[in-house]
DNA sequence: GTCAAATTTTTTGTATACAACAGAGATCAT
DNA sequence: ATGATCTCTGTTGTATACAAAAAATTTGAC
């Protein structure tokens, strides 16, 4: 898995973008960026062209890169996409699912459990991430798995957001268990429509969400655009 | 619109993948391509870079570019995931369609009805796409439109060779009907499910799709990776 | 002191240079 | 003749160089 430098960078710079390293609205140097990682700037380029495509980055024709700052309704929107897609993945884990995407379901399913009586807000989002993932793969559809794979990742901070309104883990967790049974027991539409409302981001969570997001807003995280 | 050099690149080589210049499985030489478009290798790589990012390209560490060639598998699985984006923008347009939006769908639909009935393939083709992203436009969320528009492009080679077979596009036309009554109707479960039925390549359609593709790749498409 | 034009500086975009690696062919041993 | 190793060529990956454009700064007029 070696992979290239740029392949390192690109990875590199997309996980700065989604932890918050590199702020939304921020303006990529690549000089800048090539002495931080020690390289010169063609593998710098290369790798903001791969966020380019991706969408993460917006590359301004001569006035550099800068990271692309979705606002509350473009995030809206991606979630209202997020939702179809995970749903659509769990109608198709009900008809499709194997004893050994059964297995999968169950034991990130336990594990979520686990995190969840803890408290544990860090785990309970990793092991939130390996349940959904367990349910890309069991709809056996290598396509729709990287699409929702790709979105998931790019929705990371705002899901993360979100965890932290109280009671949010217990609640999603007692989702959890409702999806896998319906997956389990075969039902499509019962998967589909609670796997669409346990993604959804629609009324008092959008309102968290979006007020969430101005609090961070008004902290410095940038956003203007000279 | 200028774009710069790697842009138009990009766009330049995205199209020949997509109209069958360039080959499933091709291998794309750097300095081949250069001397094509009278340009270095710089743009042409950051170009690829581009494309890798999207998925049309695979870039295999040190040894070159290849134009991706989906198996027959992935190609179903491309069109099961645009038949559920397209019954989603379907729901929401029936939903949110505004005047305007409602005047662009009919306009489109009866240029989709006049080259139907002159047996214009190629128009209807083309008429076909404006109708389609009529129907994203109108269900007011711009990333669930950019999906299926980048979606739609990718299956561009293959939903061609699905309008060969015999009186699909009248009755492609007349699905379209019921689909615009739908949604003008507001009704938003119908339009779902009608658009998946259109969409999809279920039956039938799945089995001629396979039996075009094993043609073209008997007359030498390629599709050998050395 | 303020605003505008010109100049300098910085930064992007493309070309070229060079080093490291992969694949093909040649050489050699058996 | 066959198999393995070695060399050699071609191609990729990264660095550097240079040109053009945009931002910053200075200069000058009022």
Redesign the pocket.
Known sequence: MAG???HKLRDEIENGIVTGTFEPGE??????L?ARF??????I??ALMQLSAIGLVE???????IVVDPGPNRIFEMFEVMAELESMAGALAARRHTEEDKAAILESHSRCEHSAASEDTDSYYYDNEVFHYAIYEASHNGFLAEQCVALHRRLRPYRRLQLRVRNRMKVSFREHAAIVEAILAGDAEAARSRLRDHVAVQGDRFSDLVSNLSRREATGAGGQR?
Chains 1, 2 share one sequence.
């Open positions: 290239n430098t740029f303006r990529l140097d690549e000089a800048q090539a020690g390289v010169s700037r063609t593998p380029r290369e590359i301004r024709p001569r006035r550099g890169a000279r």
